[in-house]
């Protein structure tokens, strides 16, 4: 596949440079990065969250950052002295991971939890009281209802 050049649109464009950043981004391919699953859910109007399967990791070698709309979920497994000294088969991946997640705008973590192997980030769309929408009370004009409005007479 050919790499699209995005470069005249940073020219022409003034205050979407996030935009254009996320267009290019959108053109990288992920290199097939699919360790850990994961799901995303909506639990609420404006409640979401992400679990995640990090069977064999505990809190301590997990780490989460969130960081200008960017989640980062890091897992790395740190060796234990008293693990058996041969493995004869290993079903369960115990490699580090890093696992990227762009968040929308006003999206924050509000809590994590980690319960049978399973990663759960809870996040919240938190909408600035300027950026609700508001209604807006319709005044009459005082005065003649019908809306004629009567010529004065020329002098």
Do not use: C, W
């Not at 399967?53 to 060796?79: H, P, Y």
């Not at 319960?115 to 938190?126: E, F, P, S, Y």
């Amino acid at each position: 596949m050919r790499h699209v050049d995005f470069a005249p649109l940073y020219r022409s464009t003034v205050g979407f440079d996030r935009l254009v950043s996320m267009l290019d981004g959108l053109s990288q391919p992920d290199n097939g990065q699919t360790y850990p699953p994961y799901n995303i859910e909506r639990t609420g109007e404006t409640a979401y969250r992400i679990t995640m399967a990090v069977a064999g990791f505990d809190e301590t070698e997990l780490s989460i950052e969130s960081r200008e709309n960017v989640l980062t979920v890091k897992g790395e497994k740190t060796e234990k002295e008293d693990a058996p000294a041969e493995v004869l088969y290993r079903g369960i991946a115990g490699r580090a991971f890093e696992r990227r997640f762009q968040l929308a705008e006003h999206v924050e973590v509000k809590g994590a939890s980690l319960k049978n192997g399973l990663l759960h980030i809870d996040l919240v769309r938190v909408i600035p009281e300027a950026m609700k929408p508001r209604t807006i009370a319709i005044n009459t004009v005082p005065g003649n209802a019908n809306g004629k409005q009567i010529e004065a007479a020329a002098a």
